[in-house]
């Protein structure tokens, strides 16, 4: 990608699809399959399932239109991370960086590539040792998409999330078509099932559950900075990126639902084989899978463009290394950034650390979701969107909640996580450029 030579910072070039690519990409991915069996099973009831749906989708638009005026008004790469120093300050906002670029987003790569393994499995015919060595490839392929130029990588993104989400509104339609959905299956719709689990435990981790799946529909605010047209295009990707999302999870629950009642749902992997056997016979395990896989690589392709732009983000700023904030001469990528974040990602994968990583730092990370929402008290210039200040206020208010939640259901990882975040501190000393002018990031217009 050809580099402006009177900045250092990359050129827009990545249109509406790309940004909703984003949008779409870790929101559908590995959970698509696993998370609506699981709360079915846990809820035990239709109805249940349908409202928790509702309010983790109600929440995710308020966010959307939260982070649609934050991009508008910082159309700058990094996300969250340039609005909490915006808002907050530098400290505040190095401890997000820290905790997002160094230690959750690798854990979430490698999470995701090592998830794939028993879909591969079901697809490719080669042996154990081959297979265990397919989430390095993984990693290894989508970061080199990305070193090689935006404009590729968004359209390598762009494709894969498109065909995603045909393949699930397909999914959809040959359950509907093919005589297999049976309303009847959803009945009694409101009545929770025999063997469900006590109705508050069900509830407290069906909104976690889906809040995780959801979850990811922010890191288009992270290439801001690349997207054309930033004042039009990330409003409509937000907003309608999100949609996409409630539509695809209520329609694929309720495909799913009335396929296989609740009371036939086992086990969330056996799921996947036993809903395949039903659309498509014995090669139903092997279609499903290939759809899983499809939709992994979706999310591995929108997390590895978005997540190096923090990274790149901090040394723009002086808070890190300054060989993070360069470009590549030719490809116009922040090329160090990119393999940073790859090589932390396979690092924490031959080290089998991903589960623990997420495990300790997701409550911190839905505090910081909450925190850059609460930037937009603290904008110079107020906001004067028809939905505020109601949405940030809900979606401050059910992040609190589901970090509560958190909490709650395991404290020690959670706790365990804010030691880890809090370690930014000492660190951002040894990080920072040490006579680095630190600009000051201003508002771009009044927003919409």
Same mark, same amino acid.
């Given at each position: 990608?050809?580099?402006?030579?009177?900045? /250092?910072?990359?050129?827009?070039?990545? +249109?509406? @699809? %790309? =940004?909703? &690519? #984003?949008?779409?990409?870790?929101?559908? !991915?590995?959970?698509?399959?696993?998370?609506?069996?699981?709360?079915?099973?846990?809820?035990?009831?239709?109805?249940?399932?349908?409202?928790?749906?509702?309010?983790?989708?109600?929440?995710?638009?308020?966010?959307?239109?939260?982070?649609?005026?934050?991009?508008?008004?910082?159309?700058?790469?990094?996300?969250?991370?340039?609005?909490?120093?915006?808002?907050?300050?530098?400290?505040?906002?190095?401890?997000?960086?820290?905790? /997002?670029?160094?230690?959750?987003?690798? +854990?979430? @790569? %490698? =999470?995701? &590539? #090592?998830?794939?393994?028993?879909?591969? !499995?079901?697809?490719?015919?080669?042996?154990?040792?081959?297979?265990?060595?397919?989430?390095?490839?993984?990693?290894?392929?989508?970061?080199?998409?990305?070193?090689?130029?935006?404009?590729?990588?968004?359209?390598?993104?762009?494709?894969?999330?498109?065909?995603?989400?045909?393949?699930?509104?397909?999914?959809?339609?040959?359950?509907?078509?093919?005589?297999?959905?049976?309303?009847?299956?959803?009945?009694?719709?409101?009545?929770?099932?025999?063997?469900?689990?006590?109705?508050?435990? %069900?509830?407290?981790?069906?909104?976690?559950?889906?809040?995780?799946?959801?979850?990811?529909?922010?890191?288009?605010?992270?290439?801001?900075?690349?997207?054309?047209?930033?004042?039009?295009?990330?409003?409509?990707?937000?907003?309608?990126?999100?949609?996409?999302?409630?539509?695809?999870?209520?329609?694929?629950?309720?495909?799913?639902?009335?396929?296989?009642?609740?009371?036939?749902?086992?086990?969330?992997?056996?799921?996947?084989?036993?809903?395949?056997?039903?659309?498509?016979?014995?090669?139903?395990?092997?279609?499903?899978?290939?759809?899983?896989?499809?939709?992994?690589?979706?999310?591995?392709?929108?997390?590895?463009?978005?997540?190096?732009?923090?990274?790149?983000?901090?040394?723009?700023?002086?808070?890190?290394?300054?060989?993070?904030?360069?470009?590549?001469?030719?490809?116009?990528?922040?090329?160090?950034?990119?393999?940073?974040?790859?090589?932390?990602?396979?690092?924490?994968?031959?080290?089998?650390?991903?589960?623990?990583?997420?495990?300790?730092?997701?409550?911190?990370?839905?505090?910081?979701?909450?925190?850059?929402?609460?930037?937009?008290?603290?904008?110079?210039?107020?906001?004067?969107?028809?939905?505020?200040?109601?949405?940030?206020?809900?979606?401050?208010?059910?992040?609190?909640?589901?970090?509560?939640?958190?909490?709650?259901?395991?404290?020690?990882?959670?706790?365990?996580?804010?030691?880890?975040?809090?370690?930014?501190?000492?660190?951002?000393?040894?990080?920072?450029?040490?006579?680095?002018?630190?600009?000051?990031?201003?508002?771009?217009?009044?927003?919409?």
């Amino acid at each position: 990608m050809p580099i402006d030579s009177n900045s /250092s910072r990359p050129q827009r070039q990545l +249109g509406l @699809a %790309a =940004a909703i &690519a #984003v949008v779409t990409g870790e929101s559908i !991915a590995l959970g698509i399959f696993l998370t609506p069996a699981a709360m079915a099973r846990s809820l035990g009831s239709p109805l249940l399932l349908l409202l928790v749906w509702l309010v983790i989708a109600l929440m995710a638009m308020c966010g959307a239109l939260c982070y649609s005026e934050l991009a508008i008004r910082f159309p700058e790469s990094g996300g969250e991370y340039v609005y909490l120093r915006a808002g907050y300050g530098e400290p505040v906002a190095f401890l997000y960086g820290w905790m /997002s670029s160094i230690v959750m987003y690798p +854990g979430v @790569a %490698a =999470a995701l &590539a #090592v998830g794939s393994v028993p879909y591969l !499995a079901q697809v490719l015919p080669i042996g154990s040792a081959w297979l265990s060595a397919m989430p390095v490839v993984l990693l290894c392929l989508f970061g080199g998409i990305n070193l090689l130029g935006t404009r590729l990588s968004g359209s390598i993104m762009s494709f894969v999330n498109i065909l995603k989400l045909v393949i699930l509104f397909a999914l959809v339609g040959w359950a509907a078509v093919s005589g297999h959905a049976h309303l009847s299956n959803l009945m009694p719709f409101t009545v929770r099932r025999p063997g469900s689990e006590a109705i508050f435990p %069900a509830i407290a981790g069906g909104v976690v559950s889906a809040f995780f799946s959801f979850g990811g529909w922010w890191e288009a605010s992270k290439i801001a900075g690349e997207v054309r047209n930033p004042r039009r295009t990330l409003p409509l990707a937000f907003i309608g990126g999100v949609a996409v999302v409630t539509a695809v999870y209520l329609l694929i629950s309720a495909a799913f639902l009335s396929v296989l009642p609740i009371e036939r749902l086992t086990s969330n992997t056996a799921f996947v084989a036993q809903f395949g056997q039903v659309l498509f016979g014995s090669l139903g395990a092997r279609i499903l899978s290939i759809c899983v896989l499809i939709c992994v690589c979706g999310g591995m392709a929108a997390l590895t463009m978005a997540a190096p732009r923090v990274c790149y983000a901090m040394a723009q700023s002086g808070a890190f290394f300054p060989a993070f904030a360069k470009l590549h001469p030719r490809w116009g990528t922040p090329a160090n950034a990119i393999l940073l974040q790859t090589g932390l990602s396979l690092a924490v994968l031959l080290l089998g650390a991903f589960d623990r990583v997420l495990s300790y730092i997701i409550f911190s990370a839905v505090l910081f979701l909450a925190l850059a929402a609460s930037t937009l008290f603290r904008v110079q210039t107020p906001v004067r969107g028809w939905w505020y200040p109601i949405a940030p206020i809900l979606f401050i208010v059910i992040s609190v909640m589901i970090a509560l939640l958190i909490l709650m259901h395991d404290p020690w990882p959670a706790l365990a996580g804010v030691a880890i975040v809090l370690c930014g501190l000492p660190l951002r000393r040894l990080f920072a450029t040490p006579h680095a002018a630190t600009p000051h990031i201003s508002e771009v217009t009044e927003g919409s």
